[in-house]
């Protein structure tokens, strides 16, 4: 497979580059809808920031192009400017377009986000201050959010890290204690941190990490990943995320890997691939994946995120057993978002095609959620994997 770097260098963030900054406040603006419509005045999300600063730093320490740099040192300065709680640690959910707090709930998921942009800004720049936040943040993690008792990660908290009635991510997830996305998400960046810090508190949260997700998290019969759980881990949804599947197939194993152990990392491939197989229930005729199902009723719309995970873990499974019908799988996404999530036009990608294959307009090409990091982060990975 070939055209990564080109799709990154040419399309993705020259986009981000281009329309994303905003010289009159600072940072970043914090939308353009799906028509590709500026909204200067709209408020600016901790998880966006977060992300333009992991994307152009790891861009920068892969390819040393400078522009990269600047601009990850932008969000670096934005983010420790205004999303910081100063007072209370952590960093805010939302802010104005001129930078002030306007929603200071502190999500862990977001807390995690913060620490995978530090940790990779400090790998692109070695800026001490990044190191610095990055050991804080988890240290902050292990301390407000963790479950002293029955293991993991609390979803949500206020300013003060109280507990909260509304612990949602978004307004799409279920209200519970728990959830896959949030613990993954932490594995991330721990991850991350792994590389640039040696740390037995860090290890071990890492190792009781991934014991979570075999325990809990990974559903033994089906190998899909239960989503939302309460506080003692009982199961509160019967929801298939393709997307998370093969996204957590790839990020499982990375963790593993850095990690060292080589009994974990064992189970943990196998893990891996039965996930992978798994996630692959999701495929359609195409060669895409669909977002999700829930009691046999698909979500068969195509997301922007779920299609470059798919052709990063894929590609994982592929290296890990050897069967060239991963690469295979791989080859038939990257084709699909090659013909139809790439926005040749206007660049960077469409939030997703519909059921019906038409564009999805209505969501955003940047904003709170759509963020070039998942699209970004495949290409980096298949270019360090020497797939250019």
Known sequence: MKGFKEELVNNILPFWIKNVQDVENGGFYGRIDGDNILHPYANKGAILNARILWTFSAAYRLLKIPQYLIIAQRAFDYITKHFLDRKNGGIYWELDYKGNPVNTKKQTYVQGFALYGFSEYYRASGNPQALELSKDFFLLIEDKCKDKVAGGYFEAFTEEWNSIDDMRLSEKDANEKKTMNTHLHILEPYTNLSRIWNSNLLENAQTELIEVFMNHIINKETYHLNLFFDEQWNVKSSIISYGHDIEASWLLYEAAEILGDKKILGIIKEFSLAIADAASEGIMKDGSLIY?????????????????????????????????????????????????????????????????????????????????????????????????
């Open 292 to 388: 999700e199902k829930e009691d046999q009723k698909a979500d068969s719309d195509r997301h922007w995120w779920v299609q470059a995970e798919a052709v990063v873990g894929f590609m994982y499974a592929f290296k890990n057993s050897g069967k060239t019908y991963y690469k295979h799988k791989a080859e038939r996404v990257w084709n699909y978002i090659q013909e139809q999530i790439i926005d040749k036009e206007n660049g960077d990608w469409f939030w997703s095609r519909l059921y019906d294959g038409s564009i999805n307009r209505k969501e955003d090409k940047a904003g709170f959620w759509k963020c070039p990091y998942h699209n970004s982060r495949m290409c980096l990975e298949m270019i360090e994997n020497k797939n250019e």
